[in-house]
C-alpha cells in the first residue's frame, strides 16, 4: 500500500518518480495530508494536464490531484460493493479503502479482489462422498483434484476473490487430510477448520463456528464447480431484505405420458408429454446469522428445516438464479463433465 502513498506537498517530479517505479497497470498514486488523510488521487494524465495549465514540476501534489476520489469504509456494506462494481465497470482499477478518520488502511486491486462482500463464509466438507467411489475410498470429496487443483479451492478462491477472508470448513471423513491441506493459505485466505464428532445434517455443523451476532454469512457444499456471482447473490438478499436467500438452477421434468386435466369425474385437457420448469436448491446460501444463531448445538438438521422453520415463523426467504457454471460433482459422470469443463476453459484462456 505504501507504494501508491504520496504526501499532498510532495513536487510534481516526485510523483512522477513514484509513478515510474509502480507495476504496470496500477499507475496511480493517493495524496495525504500531515495527518495521513486521503485527500486525493493522482495520475500520469494529472499531472500532465497540470503542466499544459502552466504548473511546473516543483509545484505541489496537491495542485494537480483529483479530490473528488472513490473510496470504501472501514466495515463496508451493499453500497460500498455498489460503488467497487461501478469502478470495475469503468475501468478503475485501484480503489482505497479508508478507517474512521479517512485515513487508507488498504487499498483495494479490482483486478486481484474483484468486490469486498462484508460476508463470512462456511464451507461443508464432512460427507463421504459414497457415490464417488472408489476416488473417494482415500480421498475426501473437496480434495479430489479438477485439471490439478482441488475442488474445494476454486470455491475459496472464488470467495477471496470477493474479499471473504473469513472462511470456516467443516470436516468429518478422512479431517485430517483436509486439516493438513489448510495448513497453506488458499486464494491468499488462511483458512479454519472445525470437525464433527457426529454427523450433523447438512448445516448442523454451523454450531460448531463462532458465528457473529450480526451480518450474514455463505454457506455452501465445498464439493460444487460453479461460477456463481456472490456480489449479484449478495445484493439480491440485501434488496430483498432477506433472512435467507438461496442460490438455485433451473430444473425441467418432462413427464414420458400423455397427462389428464380432470375436473371432478371429468376430464377438461390432456397434454402430450408436457415439460415442467422448476427451480433446485444449488447448494449455496446467504444466511443471516440471527437465523444461524437459532440452530440447536449438537443436533442433526438440514438446511430445508431452517428454511422451513424461517417461512414459518414469518422470516423473509428470497431466491437468486445461478447464471453461468454449476455442477454438483456428485457422481462419476458429474466428476468427468467438470474435468472437461476445466480443461475447456483452460484451453480458451490460452488462446
Not at 260 to 288: C, M, Q, R, W
Request: charged letters at 25%; one cysteine or more.
Amino acid at each position: 500500500m505504501k507504494d501508491n502513498l504520496i504526501s499532498q506537498t510532495a513536487t510534481l517530479l516526485d510523483a512522477l518518480g513514484r509513478l515510474n517505479r509502480l507495476p504496470g497497470g496500477s499507475m496511480t498514486l493517493f495524496a495525504t495530508d500531515d495527518d495521513g488523510r486521503l485527500t486525493g488521487a493522482i495520475t500520469d494524465g494529472d499531472i500532465r494536464r497540470a503542466l499544459l495549465d502552466g504548473r511546473s514540476l516543483q509545484s505541489p501534489v496537491s495542485d494537480a490531484m483529483h479530490r473528488a476520489f472513490k473510496a470504501i469504509r472501514p466495515d463496508g456494506d451493499s453500497d460500498d460493493v455498489a460503488l467497487l462494481r461501478e469502478c470495475r465497470e469503468r475501468g478503475l482499477r485501484l480503489v482505497p479503502r479508508l478507517d474512521a478518520d479517512g485515513r487508507p488502511i488498504e487499498i483495494i486491486d479490482l483486478n486481484i479482489t474483484h468486490t469486498r462482500l462484508p460476508l463470512s463464509a462456511i464451507l461443508m466438507a464432512g460427507g463421504k462422498g459414497e457415490r464417488l467411489r472408489p476416488l473417494t475410498l482415500n480421498c475426501p470429496k473437496p480434495l479430489l483434484k479438477i485439471d490439478g487443483k482441488a475442488i474445494i479451492d476454486y470455491n475459496v478462491e472464488a470467495l477471496a476473490r470477493c474479499g471473504i477472508s473469513d472462511i470456516t470448513v467443516t470436516t468429518r471423513y478422512l479431517a485430517e487430510q483436509l486439516d493438513e491441506h489448510f495448513t497453506q493459505p488458499v486464494g491468499g485466505v488462511d483458512v479454519r477448520c472445525v470437525r464433527e464428532d457426529s454427523p450433523l445434517g447438512t448445516i448442523g455443523a454451523v454450531t460448531l463456528v463462532d458465528v457473529p451476532a450480526h451480518g450474514d454469512t455463505i454457506i455452501m457444499n465445498s464439493d460444487l464447480l460453479t461460477t456463481i456471482s456472490f456480489e449479484e447473490m449478495y445484493l439480491r438478499h440485501v434488496d430483498r431484505r432477506a433472512d435467507i436467500t438461496i442460490a438455485v438452477v433451473p430444473y425441467q421434468v418432462t413427464v414420458p405420458y400423455a397427462i389428464l386435466t380432470l375436473d371432478g369425474d371429468d376430464v377438461t385437457g390432456i397434454e402430450e408429454k408436457p415439460s415442467y420448469s422448476h427451480y433446485a436448491n444449488a447448494g449455496i446460501y446467504i444466511f443471516s446469522n440471527r437465523v444461524l444463531r437459532t440452530i440447536e448445538p449438537g443436533r442433526r438438521t438440514d438446511a430445508p428445516d431452517v428454511v422451513a422453520d424461517t417461512i414459518a415463523t414469518g422470516g423473509r426467504v428470497a431466491y437468486y438464479p445461478i447464471k453461468g457454471t454449476w455442477i454438483d460433482v456428485g457422481s462419476p459422470t458429474d466428476f468427468r463433465q467438470a474435468a472437461e469443463l476445466m480443461r475447456h476453459h483452460r484451453n480458451f484462456s490460452n488462446k
